[in-house]
């Protein structure tokens, strides 16, 4: 039983560029929730998703950063005409349920760094 | 102000010592706590869950102090292999989606 799959480990893309970030949640988990770790700082909850439907998309910055969960295939977190300022670590999470906590697995990450 | 505050350390500590981090959270309906471990900037892993009453895992203890908002976490014994950054962790009362709320993290290393 495979954890939570994201993939690619590290991303490089240069300013302007388009970054696509994979998550593939743990069998049998319908909830998905995005979080990034810029460096030198803790990690923010960016999206939660839950199949088809974006639940609560309050850390996610206004313009550029778009995320979907679909019916089928791996949730993606799309990152259009990337800036330095998007360099971070990007972490996936899934559970069972919404409420979260100590249901949750996360991934291993994708670092995307932009140059 | 942040919703989640650590010191941020480092906590340097020769192997064998006990060493305790304190964490506050600013919103009273806070409902679920957490510490969290990652080492080297890989994904957080949960460490224990956090209960009123108190709980112990092994060497691990963890406290809430709901009336004054405060988190701890005390390591006995202290192994190299303690050596991380520790994440305190709250999920709002009011949120129904489960979100985390991460502190920035204390770091921890354990010295031969």
């Known amino acids: 039983n495979a954890g939570v799959m994201q993939n690619p480990r590290h991303l490089v893309r240069r300013r302007g560029q388009e970054a696509r970030l994979r998550c593939s949640p743990m069998?049998?988990?319908?909830?998905v929730y995005w979080y990034r770790q810029l460096p030198e700082e803790g990690l923010k909850f960016m999206v939660y998703?839950?199949?088809?439907?974006?639940?609560?998309e309050s850390g996610m910055p206004k313009e550029r950063f778009s995320a979907e969960f679909p019916k089928e295939g791996p949730s993606i977190l799309r990152i259009q005409q990337v800036v330095r300022g998007d360099s971070a670590a990007y972490f996936c999470?899934?559970?069972?349920?919404?409420?979260?906590?100590?249901?949750?697995?996360f991934g291993s990450g994708t670092r995307l760094t932009v140059v | 102000r942040k919703e989640v505050e650590q010191d941020p350390g480092p906590f340097n500590v020769p192997e064998g010592a006990t060493v305790a981090f304190n964490c506050t959270y600013s919103?009273?309906?806070?409902?679920?706590f957490f510490w969290y471990r990652q080492d080297c900037r890989k994904e957080p892993k949960l460490l224990m869950s956090?209960?009123?009453s108190g709980n112990e895992d092994g060497r691990f203890t963890a406290q809430l102090n709901r009336a004054s908002q405060y988190i701890s976490l005390l390591i006995r014994d202290s192994k190299l292999s303690d050596s991380a950054t520790y994440l305190c962790?709250?999920?709002?009362?009011?949120?129904?989606?489960?979100?985390?709320?991460f502190g920035q993290g204390t770091t921890l290393q354990v010295k031969p």
């Open positions: 998703l839950q199949k088809e439907n974006i639940i609560d």
């Open positions: 069998k049998g988990h319908s909830h």
């Open positions: 962790v709250v999920i709002h009362g009011s949120s129904n989606t489960g979100k985390l709320i």
């Open positions: 919103n009273s309906a806070s409902q679920s």
């Open positions: 999470a899934s559970s069972p349920t919404r409420t979260g906590g100590h249901g949750y697995t």
């Open positions: 956090v209960y009123s």
